[in-house]
Each structure stands twice: as structure tokens, then as C-alpha cells.
């Protein structure tokens, strides 16, 4: 049997102290293989962003084991784990997170500049183009709309040929029709380089493109079946 990319082993999580400390992650175990499209479905509040700050090595666990390509995140320090994660897993957030006064060239570069990518500039612009920004370079965050700035975003977490891409509700500020074009990028991309890819979703339609689904309810994360898996 193919050994896991992602294996995590009865992760533990607590946020927050006293009354107000929530139980995020409760006895998670849960494993994925190299080259899945997994979609995390379930309520706002259930742990799904939570489960995949863990998985990134964003956050820390109380308890468990998070072993990642290899590694094990939560045995290692900060600046170990900050490397490791520049090099084998790309990030989308929902809300963009760009450099305001970077252009949108200089956003992709510079993940590649602190990862001591020599040709940064070179292969910034090769990932912009490749989501259909070549003609926005020079633009800045405020000057593109949402769909830009996601696509910019794409090609930042794209950049470093990751093994892993994660995505947190990667359309949730967009409107439909970009919304659509966005996640068909994303799914592309996917395929095009043979990433595993975990995303969370509250759009059934996008979770259902993905090729297994977990539910995420009150810290615990459960195998979904019964959805209908869209047309290969």
C-alpha cells in the first residue's frame, strides 16, 4: 500500500483558555494519498479551516502526530516547519492575502526570493501567465478585481511546485460566474500537475468535483458518503 502524503494521527486541538477554550479538532486520524482532490464540507465553526491550518503546519496541535511528505510537523521548530512549508505546500485563501503595495508580479515573486529561487522575477511571470495574467504585471491588488487577485494568489501558491495545494473557501468573495472559473483554474491545475489538493468548501458543487469528501462536525472529521461525485 502507497504510504500516505498526509497522515494525521489522532490530532487533539484546543483554542482559546478556560470557558472560552474550544475543543477545534477532537481525535482526528485521517490520511491522504498523493494525488487526491479531497473537498471538507460542514457547518461555519465545525474545524474545517482549523483542520487545515493543522495540516499545513500553521498551527500546532495539542496532541497527536501530523506527518506531512515525510515530515513531521509538529516536531519541528517554527523556522523548520515555515521552510518545508515554502517548498512543498501552496496556500489560496479566501480573502486573497496579497501585498497591497507589491505588484502582482512582485506577489508571486516573492515567496520564490525568500525559498532562494535565483530566476524569482522569471518564474513569477511564467505562473502569472499560466492563469491568464500576463497582461496585469505591473498591476497592483487595488488595481485588479477579486477574480485577478485570486488568479494572482494562484499563481503565488503555484509558484514554488508545490505537492500539496490547500485551498480555504477559494471563492467564497466572488461572485458566481468568477467564482466557476476560478475553481475550474484550480482543479486544472490539479490535474495539470498531479498535486494533492484539500480543499474546504461550503459550495456542494465544488466539494462534489473533488474525488472523496470528508465532513467536519463539532472537531470530529468523518468520511462523507451518499454525495454525488461529478462526471469524470
Given at each position: 500500500m502507497t504510504e500516505a502524503l498526509i497522515s494525521?494521527?489522532?490530532?487533539d486541538l484546543k483554542l482559546g483558555n478556560g470557558a472560552n477554550a474550544v475543543h477545534a479538532l477532537k481525535s482526528v486520524s485521517l490520511d491522504i494519498a498523493g494525488g487526491e482532490s479531497v473537498g471538507v464540507v460542514g457547518p461555519s465553526g465545525s474545524g474545517k479551516t482549523t483542520l487545515l491550518m493543522v495540516l499545513s503546519g500553521l498551527e500546532r496541535p495539542d496532541s497527536g502526530s501530523v506527518k506531512v511528505a515525510g515530515a513531521t510537523l509538529n516536531t519541528m521548530g517554527e523556522d523548520a516547519v515555515a521552510?518545508?512549508?515554502?517548498q512543498n505546500i501552496g496556500i489560496v485563501f479566501q480573502s486573497f492575502h496579497l501585498i497591497p503595495n507589491m505588484t502582482a508580479l512582485e506577489?508571486?515573486?516573492?515567496?520564490?526570493e525568500l525559498a532562494g529561487e535565483r530566476n524569482a522575477f522569471e518564474k513569477a511571470e511564467a505562473e502569472l501567465t499560466a492563469v491568464g495574467l500576463q497582461h496585469r504585471l505591473t498591476?497592483?491588488?487595488g488595481q485588479l478585481s477579486g477574480g485577478e487577485q485570486q488568479r494572482v494568489a494562484i499563481a503565488r501558491a503555484l509558484a514554488p511546485d508545490p505537492k500539496i495545494l490547500i485551498a480555504d473557501e477559494p471563492t467564497g468573495n466572488l461572485d458566481g460566474a468568477t467564482g466557476q472559473a476560478v475553481s475550474e483554474l484550480l482543479f486544472a491545475k490539479q490535474r495539470e500537475r498531479g498535486m494533492t489538493f484539500v480543499l474546504?468548501?461550503?459550495d456542494e458543487g465544488l466539494a462534489n468535483e473533488c474525488t472523496r469528501q470528508l465532513a467536519v462536525d463539532s472537531g470530529e472529521v468523518r468520511e462523507r458518503t451518499g454525495y454525488k461525485r461529478a462526471a469524470e
Open positions: 494525521l494521527t489522532d490530532v521552510a518545508f512549508r515554502g506577489n508571486v515573486a516573492v515567496p520564490l498591476h497592483y491588488p474546504v468548501t461550503h
